[in-house]
C-alpha cells in the first residue's frame, strides 16, 4: 500500500502562484508515475501533470507554460509549482500514483484532495 498526502492548498487571487505537494509513504518502490489530477465543482476529474520515475514529464493543455511538475526523490515528494492562476484553477487537486507508466491510465492510489481556490 501506499499513502499520499497533499498540502498547499488555498485561496489565492487571479494571477497568483501556489505550490502544492505530495508526500508519499509506504511502498514507493512499486510506483513509476506520480502527478496531480484536479476535479471541479460539477466537472470530472481530469490530469493536470504528471512525472515518471525516469522523469518524463506530462501536462494537459491547458496548464503548459504555468504549471511545473517536480520530485524530491529523498523526500519521497512531488511538487505542483502553479503560476499565472486563473479562476478556472479552481478545484480540489488529488496527488496520484500508477504502478504503470504513466498517469493516463489506471491509476492505483489516490490522496485526500486539496481545494485550490482563485478568486479576486
Known amino acids: 500500500q501506499v499513502q ?3 498540502s498547499g492548498g488555498d485561496l489565492v487571487q487571479p494571477g497568483g ?14 510506483i513509476n508515475a506520480r502527478g496531480w489530477y484536479r476535479q471541479a465543482p460539477g466537472k470530472q476529474r481530469e490530469l493536470v501533470a504528471g512525472i515518471s520515475r525516469s522523469g518524463f514529464t506530462d501536462y494537459a493543455e ?4 504555468r504549471f511545473t511538475i ?8 512531488v511538487y505542483l509549482q ?3 492562476l486563473k479562476p478556472e484553477d479552481t478545484a480540489v ?6 504502478k504503470g ?20
Open 17 to 30: 502562484s501556489l505550490r502544492l505537494s505530495c508526500a508519499a509513504s509506504g511502498s514507493i518502490f512499486s
Open 4 to 6: 499520499l498526502v497533499e
Open 62 to 65: 491547458s496548464v503548459k507554460g
Open 101 to 120: 507508466l504513466g498517469l493516463r491510465g489506471r491509476i492505483d492510489y489516490w490522496g485526500k484532495g486539496t481545494l485550490v481556490t482563485v478568486s479576486s
Open 82 to 84: 502553479m503560476n499565472t
Open 70 to 77: 517536480s520530485r524530491d526523490n529523498a523526500k519521497n515528494t
Open 93 to 98: 487537486y488529488y496527488c496520484a500514483a500508477a
